[in-house]
């Protein structure tokens, strides 16, 4: 596994023209972003604190603050597999044929003898460095919007240079790590992820949240021609929703530390289905924080009760190219990032809608 990291004060020249990138056309505003609530309905209106989720209308002061703790670009790379065979007529033992085995030929087949040989090939596409640009370039499009469309709802978005006020903060964020159940989901959700160059390319400050259960299954090549598989539905988070370890870990270990009401990660799954393009698959964003009904101990169980929990989970998925490079125009191998903002002012606006609903009852 590679890490990628990049510094707030690098900069990243981004491209004006948008003929490699497919995002302006499909999201030209906020309006046209399809947002999918993406987190477990179990807590979401009960009273108990029990669930997954946590009823935010319990909230007694309501969400002030939120630390944006984690933005990354996750690839889980692309392998391709292939072979090629090839029959050699003639004794490829370089030994002289003797009387038995000219015997055996001439009982069992031809006694002219061949040989099939067969050759394995195996190669891994992936954004490598690439990963760490679109992330930087899309947190710097839409950071500014995110943070305003956050006022509006009376929240402050935070950065780490912000939340992180003393050395014992910066120490544990630093070196915080999510917690993750041993369950058969996730055993699953990893399967065959040995076979994929996985990157995390994220903007420098930032932790990678790994909350990642992205079906490596839908990235595995057979042949040279075939396409990103499809099998596994690519519209909900992958099987991490039961994850109380995580939901405890970073809703409540992480939000009681840097001293805010809720934590906030969000990342995108890219990939290269050739080495001249590249998509975007998804954005998730997902908010995590403690629960309005604290339990003295956590609890697991069908309906477990713990101390931390999702507040809101959101997905969108653009299944599209915003990087198609064509050799006879040089303008295409630059990156643009047209278009993410527009995701993450829509992103931030469902989750406004959600929280005044939840916060009016």
Not at 30 to 55: H, I, L, M, Q, Y
Not at 144 to 161: A, C, D, Q, S, Y
């Amino acid at each position: 596994m590679k890490k990628v990291l990049v510094f707030f004060v690098c900069s990243l020249l981004i491209a004006s023209g948008y003929a490699q990138s497919e995002l302006p056309d499909k999201y030209p505003d906020p309006s046209k972003v399809k947002v999918k609530e993406d987190f477990p309905k179990e807590g979401r209106t009960g009273k108990s604190g029990k669930g997954f989720s946590a009823n935010i209308g319990n909230l007694p002061n309501g969400i002030k603050k939120v630390a944006l703790v984690s933005f990354y670009a996750f690839d889980p790379g692309l392998t391709k597999t292939w072979s090629t065979s090839y029959t050699v007529k003639g004794d490829q033992t370089g030994t002289k044929p003797t009387w038995s085995s000219t015997l055996a030929a001439g009982l069992y087949g031809s006694p002219e003898m061949e040989t099939t040989f067969t050759n394995y090939y195996k190669t891994t596409l992936s954004t490598g460095a690439i990963s760490n640009k679109i992330a930087y370039g899309a947190f710097e499009t839409s950071i500014v919007p995110m943070m305003e469309e956050f006022k509006t709802l009376g929240i402050e978005l935070l950065l780490p240079n912000q939340f992180l006020k003393t050395e014992e903060q910066k120490n544990y964020y630093n070196s915080f790590h999510v917690k993750h159940e041993k369950s058969f989901a996730n055993w699953v959700s990893k399967f065959g992820a040995a076979d994929h160059d996985v990157i995390y390319g994220s903007v420098g400050g930032f932790i990678v949240a790994d909350i990642v259960k992205e079906p490596f299954a839908n990235y595995e090549k057979s042949g040279l021609f075939q396409t990103r598989k499809d099998n596994v539905v690519d519209d909900q988070i992958y099987f991490y929703d039961k994850d109380t370890d995580m939901t405890e870990s970073l809703g409540y270990d992480l939000c009681t530390q840097l001293g805010v009401d809720a934590v906030l990660v969000t990342f995108m799954t890219v990939f290269m289905p050739k080495d001249s393009k590249i998509e975007l698959v998804n954005v998730r964003f997902i908010m995590f924080g403690p629960n309005p009904t604290m339990p003295e101990v956590s609890k697991g169980g069908m309906i477990p009760h713990v101390k931390g929990l999702f507040y809101y989970g959101g997905s969108v998925i653009p299944e599209t190219l915003i990087y198609n490079k064509n050799k006879k125009d040089p303008e295409t191998d630059k990156l643009n990032f047209a278009g993410f903002d527009n995701i993450y002012i829509a992103l931030v606006r469902d989750f406004g809608e959600y929280y005044k609903k939840k916060m009016e009852k």
